[in-house]
Nanobody
Framework: QVQLVESGGGLVQAGGSLRLSCAASGGTGSRYFMGWFRQAPGKEREFVAAISWTGGSTNYADSVKGRFTVSRDNAKNTVYLQMNSLKPEDTAVYYC????????????????WGQGTQVTVSS
């Protein structure tokens, strides 16, 4: 059983930056691929970024490519999402998730989810 706890969310002006963290515990977190998803009010949860368990492979949604960077430190069982050049449309609750089979781009591949952290970007 893996527990995931996100942190680092907050209010930022457009063009600013935030770094989200996701701390894993209760399992061997480094064996999982990790993903970040987000859900804005009235919208479905959407894929943002994912990273393989080695950290050697990453994927991004087109909407965040070139602005967001996902990374992980397996020694600390922590995954990060560096978000730069933030836009008001990035406002959402951000969730990290852990999975070990299937496509890392698909939410159904993830068996463990954090509680989410709010990111609000003002214009």
């Amino acid at each position: 059983q893996v527990q995931l706890v996100e942190s680092g969310g907050g209010l930022v002006q457009a063009g600013g930056s935030l770094r989200l963290s996701c701390a894993a515990s209760g399992g061997t977190g480094s064996r999982y691929f990790m993903g970040w998803f987000r859900q804005a009010p009235g919208k479905e949860r959407e894929f943002v970024a994912a990273i393989s368990w080695t950290g050697g492979s990453t994927n991004y949604a087109d909407s965040v490519k070139g602005r967001f960077t996902v990374s992980r430190d397996n020694a600390k069982n922590t995954v990060y999402l560096q978000m730069n050049s933030l836009k008001p449309e990035d406002t959402a609750v951000y969730y990290c998730a852990a999975g070990n089979r299937g496509s890392s781009l698909n939410s159904v591949s993830y068996g463990y989810w954090g509680q989410g952290t709010q990111v609000t970007v003002s214009s």
